[in-house]
T-cell receptor, first 116, second 116 residues
Framework: EAQVTQNPRYLITVTGKKLTVTCSQNMNHEYMSWYRQDPGLGLRQIYYSMNVEVTDKGDVPEGYKVSRKEKRNFPLILESPSPNQTSLYFC???????????????FGPGTRLTVL | AQSVTQLDSHVSVSEGTPVLLRCNYSSSYSPSLFWYVQHPNKGLQLLLKYTSAATLVKGINGFEAEFKKSETSFHLTKPSAHMSDAAEYFCVVSDRAGGGADGLTFGKGTHLIIQP
């Protein structure tokens, strides 16, 4: 079954304690990205990756890091989480039709993060 | 730059009555347009997409949307609402000139409530 998985689904942590949210897809997609969803703001892109070892900032990258060492995995790293990073996070993947265009996005189930 | 406006943050309809979720967009290029649905505690799922073929697009679960270039609209409709349609709906525009590699811009979402 084609899917995007994220772990953990729920996480409560404290300010400053480094954490990683994993994301994995089994569709051999080149493109992967991370979004955060906040009430009234919709989804905002944090980082994206066009392929292995190719990552770039989205609209709200501050306080986040990513890596893309393998095609299937795209972890999101919060080196020193702060309460304003409390949010619902989604990983997504898609095929690339050509530069600048992605195909349908496949979303993971989400990770609800609370930073105290 | 592209943008997308979902005209209603909440829509409430009775079961069995028609659904209309409104979306307007702006784009400098020929955009691709998508509707995604998010059920509670779930990731986003593609309902339908327009990519410059037929202007009336049929999606899953009886939903459809019509691309109207003259009105810059892409409204989502369904003839008869079902209780299982209760969810958050996102209109998304993809424009080569938009932000990020995928050029995706998400609307802020419309919460659809189905009254029994």
């Amino acid at each position: 079954e084609a899917q995007v998985t994220q772990n953990p689904r729920y996480l409560i942590t404290v300010t400053g304690k480094k954490l990683t949210v994993t994301c994995s897809q089994n569709m051999n997609h080149e493109y992967m990205s991370w979004y955060r969803q906040d009430p009234g703001l919709g989804l905002r892109q944090i980082y994206y990756s066009m392929n292995v070892e190719v990552t770039d900032k989205g609209d709200v990258p501050e306080g986040y890091k990513v890596s893309r060492k393998e095609k299937r995995n795209f972890p999101l790293i919060l080196e020193s989480p702060s309460p304003n990073q409390t949010s619902l996070y989604f990983c997504a993947s898609s095929a690339l039709k050509r530069r600048g265009y992605t195909d349908t996005q496949y979303f993971g189930p989400g990770t609800r993060l609370t930073v105290l | 730059a592209q943008s997308v406006t979902q005209l209603d943050s909440h829509v409430s309809v009775s079961e069995g009555t028609p659904v209309l979720l409104r979306c307007n967009y702006s784009s400098s290029y020929s955009p691709s347009l998508f509707w995604y649905v998010q059920h509670p505690n779930k990731g986003l799922q593609l309902l339908l997409k327009y990519t410059s073929a037929a202007t009336l697009v049929k999606g899953i679960n009886g939903f459809e949307a019509e691309f109207k270039k003259s009105e810059t609209s892409f409204h989502l409709t369904k003839p008869s609402a079902h209780m299982s349609d209760a969810a958050e709906y996102f209109c998304v525009v993809s424009d080569r000139a938009g932000g990020g590699a995928d050029g995706l811009t998400f609307g802020k979402g419309t919460h659809l409530i189905i009254q029994p």
